[in-house]
């Protein structure tokens, strides 16, 4: 980039700054200090250093350190395992791969320790065995490759749209049919890129939905079945209908008015719901090595299960089906 005459005295670190957004300015200083950013050829390390009208910058970003992540051993709610499978009940709060902030602790790291060297490493070294995941907040079923084999052909079930998905959602309001079906492109948002929302030139998305419950028209329980799978792809979809999942810290950040037609205490209780309440309940698939199908089936956790139980004491079992 060639520094204009308006840029004239600035300090370089801001100057930089205002013309790649997509690094904030303590990132620049700190790469400057590295040694990455070069005037005419030249290295510059003095962030305060004033612009050069006509002078050529180059800012070249190192590509990130991955860290290979290590076993870890934790307790893992197994529901089944052969020598190419496990399908797992991921409680919520786990993150299921390494990424900046959550280098230990991750699924990955408990299915390295538990696995013993067995899972393939498609995907790079941080992601091995993994087809597909769930966020960090979202409990329920997940399947995991134990061999190549494995990963190639539930990898080619996910992009062919051959298995069953379905979720349960608290959802604030109540919607106006029965069964309906969203169909939206999603990818990330404009302005906050830590979120993703339905824009024009996003990812084709479509999520099928049915109502369970209503709790007057303040709550509704949802199942909802994807078509697609995109990321946030459910909480993005039923903030976008007006129905935002209860507890959502990014597509829920205010009280919504259907709470006021609830009791206080009862309203209070699903407002300090610390999470999404969105959980994975069932996934069935064509066995990638066998061909046999299997379905699996997981009710929400105990602090989910007693919000559901709150707003409806007389369920006895949780229902799941879109049918």
Known sequence: ?????????????????????????????????????????????????????????????????????????????????????????????????????????????ALLAHAEGELPVIGGEGRPGIVHRLDKDTSGVMVVAKTDRAHQGLARAFAARALERTYLALAWGVPGEQAFRIEAPIGRHPVDRKRMAVVPRGRPAATRVRLLRAHGTAVSLLACRLETGRT???????????????????????????????????????????????????????????????????????????LVNALWPELTEIPTSLV
């Open 232 to 306: 946030h792809q459910i909480r993005v979809h039923l903030a976008h209908a007006g129905h935002p999942i209860v507890g959502d810290p990014l597509y829920c950040r205010r009280l919504p008015a259907a709470a006021r037609s609830l009791p206080a205490e009862l309203a209070a209780r699903l407002a300090g719901f610390p999470r999404q309440a969105l959980h994975a309940a069932t996934l069935a698939f064509a066995h990638p090595v066998t061909g046999a199908l299997l379905r699996f089936e997981t009710p929400p956790p105990p602090d989910l299960g007693a």
């Open 1 to 109: 980039m060639v520094a204009d005459g308006g840029a004239a005295n600035q300090r370089l670190d801001r100057w930089l700054a205002s013309v790649v957004a997509e690094l904030s300015r303590s990132r620049i200083k700190a790469l400057i200090e590295a040694g990455h950013v070069r005037r005419d050829g030249a290295t510059v390390r003095d962030p305060a250093e004033p612009v050069r009208p006509g002078a050529r910058y180059v800012l070249a970003v190192p590509p990130p350190a991955r860290a290979k992540p290590l076993p870890q051993r934790m307790d893992l709610s197994i529901l089944y395992e052969d020598a190419d499978l496990i399908v797992l009940d991921k409680p919520a709060g786990l993150v299921v791969h390494p990424a900046p902030g959550n280098l230990e602790g991750t699924l990955v790291n």
